[in-house]
């Protein structure tokens, strides 16, 4: 493998590690994702569904999520042990197999 295919598999996998700021919107950590009134940020995730929330469909208040540093399901995937290799989550099985708990905002298994 060339340099430059390693320095692309690299920057494949970066947005999965922890990142100081939003890869979409830039806010910091702890930071609200910025709103749909300037056309949103794709990586903000609805908190009634769990799911983005530029693309929630339903007429509620997706709340106010807040960036914590992790990919959305970074997380969840390390906790049930859903990971494809380090660092990599089965965000695919997670989001088929888990269930979205929004009163903990965690996507959880009934087994």
Do not use: K
């Not at 060339?2 to 950590?29: H, I, K, M, Y």
């Not at 929630?56 to 960036?67: A, K, L, P, S």
């Not at 979205?100 to 959880?108: F, G, I, L, N």
């Amino acid at each position: 493998m060339t340099e430059g295919e390693n320095n692309a598999q690299r920057d494949e996998f970066r947005l999965l590690d922890f990142q100081d700021r939003c890869p979409d919107c830039d806010v910091a950590v702890g930071e609200t994702h910025l709103g749909t009134s300037d056309g949103g940020c794709d990586v903000a995730r609805c908190l009634v569904t769990g799911l983005q929330r530029l693309t929630c469909r339903y007429e509620h208040d997706c709340g106010r999520d807040v960036w914590t540093g992790w990919w959305p399901g970074q997380v969840d995937c390390e906790r049930l042990g859903w990971m494809i290799g380090p660092g990599l989550p089965d965000l695919n099985r997670l989001y088929t197999e888990a269930t979205w708990d929004a009163e903990r905002c965690a996507w959880v298994t009934t087994t």
